[in-house]
């Protein structure tokens, strides 16, 4: 039975040294392995890249479960994957529920990949 990580608070972007900047800390290295977990699956990726090519900066949840073909509660559950990650916001209106990418968590686990990266 595979070992189950550790939950942690990921409301905050990703903040930490660069990975080639040395050996991590435990809770470093577990913050962005979290992270990254909720990006590995390729719903998820194809609702990021949805999101981040959205006009207007957000989806509905129909609107994304159209876009990949899945049921909406389906497309709930990757998103709450993602929000849990800190990867996506969500926001209420009506009856509902709009997402857009957290840019600034992206962009802070981005740098901590490689911080070279987009400059």
């Known amino acids: 039975m595979p070992k ?18 040395g050996p991590m800390s ?12 909720a990006l590995a699956d390729p719903v ?12 207007g900066g957000e989806l509905n949840s129909g609107e994304l479960a159209t876009a990949i073909g899945v049921s909406e509660s389906t497309a709930s559950h990757h998103l709450t994957q993602l929000r849990n990650a ?17 840019r600034d968590a992206v962009a802070a686990l981005v740098a901590v990949l490689d911080p070279n990266c987009c400059s």
Do not use: N, W
């Open 4 to 21: 189950a990580l550790p939950t942690i608070d990921m409301s905050a972007p990703v903040c930490c040294a660069p990975v080639a900047a």
């Open 86 to 102: 800190g990867l996506v916001e969500s926001t209420r209106r009506g009856m509902s529920v709009y997402h857009q990418p957290h």
């Open 44 to 55: 998820r990726v194809k609702i990021m890249s949805l999101l981040f090519g959205a006009p």
């Open 26 to 37: 435990d809770e470093a290295a577990l913050a962005v392995a979290l992270r990254l977990k």
